[in-house]
């Protein structure tokens, strides 16, 4: 059996510890950092043409949020992002770079918010992994699917480390804004799977247990640091891929449209929604 957590409950624990924080002024500057997760590939419309390599949604939750508070946002999120490419530049296949996230903050920034983790530890890239090798089993498909190994402790202890730099990094470059943490939404069901997610046993306890461990590296970033969490991953109980309302899309699914094991439009209007009214004067 599903447990889901009442709205009303929901509320009270994105809104704890909250009560004296400043309110945001129209037209604050408000930069949004992270992964795909928080870019929102598949949801149309893209923000830059093209969408590559980043795929910012203009439907992602940072412009809803933006476009509902007024705020001036500066939208760094790029799907396939890790913590390293918060603090150091990337290399996309143009032959250029982006530059570090973090470098997007400045003295007047005034909201922050960072979904970011999923790929340091390979999280969605085993999930696709597994999907495919259900698929090939499937079909009697001899051509193997590549693996993606369970991540090992040191691997959980280096992104707990580099989580907290991030948000003591934040804190240093942009001492008066406020900082949010939103974690990953739910992508597989509490048991069992479905047509939307065909997995093995054994993927499905090893994606749950990742799942996990992260959303706990996220929550201790934020407590840590004295920032604020929208725990998605706990907002989502009961919509992930496999519900009959999905936040969340399945494998596989990619038809120009929709990013597979990625958030819908309907997960992004959740998260917003959460952020609005954590943000609430």
């Avoid at 790029?78 to 530059?99: F, I, K």
């Avoid at 991540?151 to 470059?173: N, S």
């Avoid at 706990?216 to 919509?239: E, F, P, R």
Wanted: net charge negative; with cysteine.
């Amino acid at each position: 059996m599903k447990l889901v957590m009442p709205l009303a409950a929901a509320a009270l624990a994105l809104l704890a510890g909250c009560a004296s924080a400043p309110s945001l002024a129209p037209g604050a500057h408000y930069v949004a950092m992270g992964s795909s997760f928080a870019a929102g590939p598949g949801i149309p419309d893209y923000y830059e043409t093209p969408a590559t390599p980043c795929a910012r949604s203009t439907g992602n939750y940072a412009h809803l949020l933006a476009s509902r508070l007024n705020l001036a946002l500066t939208d760094v999120s790029c799907s396939g992002a890790t913590t390293a490419h918060l603090t150091g530049r990337r290399a996309v296949p143009e032959g250029n770079s982006l530059p570090p996230q973090l470098d997007a903050l400045t003295l007047d920034t005034r909201l922050v918010t960072i979904t970011i983790g999923g790929n340091d530890i390979g999280y969605i890239a085993r999930l696709s992994a597994a999907g495919c090798n259900m698929l090939a089993a499937m079909s009697y498909d001899k051509e193997k699917c590549r693996g993606v190994p369970v991540p090992a402790e040191a691997d959980y202890a280096a992104l707990t480390a580099r989580m907290d730099a991030i948000a003591k990094d934040v804190r240093k470059r942009s001492p008066e804004a406020r900082l949010v943490f939103v974690d990953y939404l739910t992508i597989l069901p509490a048991t069992g799977d479905c047509e939307a997610m065909r997995l093995f046993d054994f993927d499905i306890r090893d994606s749950q247990e990742v799942a996990r461990r992260l959303a706990a590296i996220t929550a201790k970033a934020a407590a840590d640091n004295n920032a604020d969490i929208v725990k998605a991953s706990d907002l989502s109980q009961g919509h992930d891929a496999c519900s009959a309302d999905p936040w969340m899309n399945g494998y596989p699914i990619w038809n120009g449209k929709a990013a597979p094991l990625h958030p819908n439009a309907k997960g992004m209007i959740a998260v917003a929604d959460a952020l609005e009214k954590l943000l609430a004067p």
